[in-house]
Nanobody
Framework: QVQLVESGGGLVQSGGSLRLSCAAS????????MGWFRQAPGKERECVAH????????RYAESVKGRFTISRDNDRNTVYLQMNTLRPEDTAVYYC?????????????????WGQGIQVTVSS
């Protein structure tokens, strides 16, 4: 089964940028849609963005639309989340996840493999 490892998190100033990476350990990555989720203290986990296995279809949460960009490189089994114009409310633990099918959704239950999570903190 696929294993996912996130990297690139950390502390950034408000208005700054950060790029998250998610590396998969199995070839099956190339056949699955992928998503990025986040969970802030006291709040429910939410889907930030997802991308189809071909990379041709993407969707974003309204709160990040226009600021975040999800992309993937199937040859490297890696998914990226470019985060620009960051705000303090973006502070959360971010998770990479593999979808059960080739086209993504916003629902966490549709994902069957998860990374360990990585902290993103945006200071004001």
């Amino acid at each position: 089964q696929v294993q996912l490892v996130e990297s690139g998190g950390g502390l950034v100033q408000s208005g700054g940028s950060l790029r998250l990476s998610c590396a998969a350990s199995r070839r099956t990555f190339s056949m699955s849609a992928m998503g990025w989720f986040r969970q802030a203290p006291g709040k429910e986990r939410e889907c930030v963005a997802h991308i189809s296995w071909t990379g041709g279809t993407t969707r974003y949460a309204e709160s990040v639309k226009g600021r975040f960009t999800i992309s993937r490189d199937n040859d490297r089994n890696t998914v990226y989340l470019q985060m620009n114009t960051l705000r303090p409310e973006d502070t959360a633990v971010y998770y990479c996840a593999k979808h059960r099918s080739s086209i993504g959704t916003m629902q966490a239950n549709d994902y069957d493999s998860w990374g360990q999570g990585i902290q993103v903190t945006v200071s004001s």
